[in-house]
């Protein structure tokens, strides 16, 4: 069976199969000729693999950050940390990096962030005299935070196949996101003073009050959701609800930068986006139902334990194998099928499955930067106009960066645990 798994694979892989396809494929050969489960539980599992109330959170996340894209809330946030740090050496590129976690607070996507901050920061940091190459691979590095800071659409992804909570690991996500920032944000303040890049930009009362009035309402949102949640106000599913609810009511009535007629189109696109992802999930939660069917996941970690003598090292191969995996298929495809598989081998190295589900949304992370599957590269390329090689080399000192500290959180497990550990233990 598992010659047959792999070589399916392998075979569809080549032939540039849609990885929904493919798990759904391989599941059903399998079942068809090493089983005598009939084909007819396919779509049964399709259907239970769907039936959970969690996942409504995803549709309302993409929806909110789609209304928060195409509205103005994102350039109202960069003018209120502009205001705050822009007098800095790399005060600009610093608001850029602070926009990006902020926004990624605010829409639970990747590239959405890099959208609605690259849009306005990279012209901006371009105008201001900061070099072409390093505002691209800032803008599209910090971008990738959205997966990181929560709400996040892969953790939530991650929390459905390995039935851990949703709201402990948003949670756990806090440190890692402020411990990457922070990093890129150190990065850039000795490259600007190195280069003396400093935008001295005054501002009267008048025009600071003003452009803190302006901003206050993208501001409120992050705490009006995550605070929800945490306090125990609602749930992450309703939380998703009231983020679209909120960005609508501040887009349409107090920016009035969003016109009903925008609606449709916005709805439409967030939907085929949320399909697509939901169908990966149906898919992938179906061949992991497979696999422990037939036992796989204890098999495995027979072997693992057979031949990996401790935590760390078992840590380690992991994230060496997902960088590995991210040059060949997307990274959010391979947590959703391997996670569940290793689950034994985490409970038999003792490894917290929240810590562990951190590391996988890092590796994501990064899996959005390498190509040739990195879609922020490819959102990157659509904002400049540059090929995949400038855009690939304009992150590589960030990805460096991005390394050391998945690195970090890897082997220091308290970066990613001390808050759930201290508000739900």
């Known amino acids: 069976m598992i010659v047959t798994i792999v070589l399916g694979f392998l075979i569809l892989l080549l032939v540039g199969m849609p990885i929904s396809i493919m798990l759904g494929t391989v599941t059903g050969l399998v079942l068809a000729v090493h089983t005598s489960i009939p084909l007819l ?25 789609s209304i928060m894209t195409r509205g103005v809330m994102a350039e109202r946030l960069v003018r209120v940390i502009s205001l705050a740090v822009g007098n ?24 959405a962030t890099v959208v609605a901050i690259g849009t306005i920061m990279i012209p901006a940091l371009n105008k201001a005299g900061y070099d072409e190459d390093f505002s691209v691979g800032l803008i599209t590095t910090a971008g990738s935070l959205g997966i990181v800071i929560p709400p996040s659409i892969p953790m939530i992804l991650y929390c ?11 949670l756990a996500g806090l440190g890692p996101g402020l411990l990457i920032g922070l990093s890129f944000c150190g990065y850039v303040y000795l490259t600007s003073r190195r280069r003396r890049w400093r935008a001295r930009q005054s501002y009267t ?10 901003g206050v309402w993208g501001l409120l949102l992050p705490v009006i959701v995550l605070g929800g949640i945490y306090t125990g106000w609602f749930t992450p599913t309703e939380a998703a609800a009231v983020s679209v609810v909120y960005a609508l009511f501040v887009e349409l009535f107090i920016y009035r930068s969003f016109k009903l007629r925008d609606l449709p189109e916005v709805c439409k696109e967030s939907a085929i986006l949320s399909g697509s992802l939901l ?47 991210g040059t060949v298929m997307d990274d959010v495809s391979a947590m959703l099928i391997l996670s569940p598989l290793l689950s034994d081998t985490l409970t038999r190295f003792h490894i917290d499955p929240i810590h562990y589900g951190v590391v996988m949304v890092l590796l ?17 390329m659509g904002l400049t106009g540059k090929s995949l090689g400038q855009v690939s080399l304009s ?13 970090l959180v890897t082997f220091v497990p308290e970066i990613c645990l001390f808050l759930p550990r201290l508000f739900f233990h």
């Open 41 to 65: 539980v396919l779509p049964q599992q399709l259907f239970n693999a769907l039936d959970n109330f969690v996942l409504l959170s995803i549709p309302f996340f993409i929806l909110a950050g």
């Open 364 to 380: 994501i992370e990064f899996g959005f930067l390498t190509p040739p599957f990195g879609i922020n590269l490819f959102v990157s």
């Open 395 to 407: 992150v590589a000192p960030f990805i460096l960066i991005l390394l050391a500290c998945v690195l």
């Open 205 to 214: 009362l008048s025009e600071a009050l003003t452009i803190l009035r302006e």
């Open 88 to 111: 800095f050496y790399g005060g600009l590129a610093i608001a850029g990096v602070l926009a990006c976690m902020f926004f990624s607070a605010l829409s639970g996507s990747s590239p």
């Open 160 to 170: 459905m196949v390995m039935h851990v909570s949703v709201a402990e690991l948003f």
């Open 279 to 325: 169908f990966i999930l149906a898919c992938a939660m179906t061949f992991i139902w497979l696999l422990t069917a037939q036992q796989l996941p204890v098999k495995l970690a027979d072997f693992v334990i057979a031949h990996v003598e401790s935590w760390w090292m078992f840590l380690l191969m992991i994230n060496l194998l997902f960088l590995l995996m």
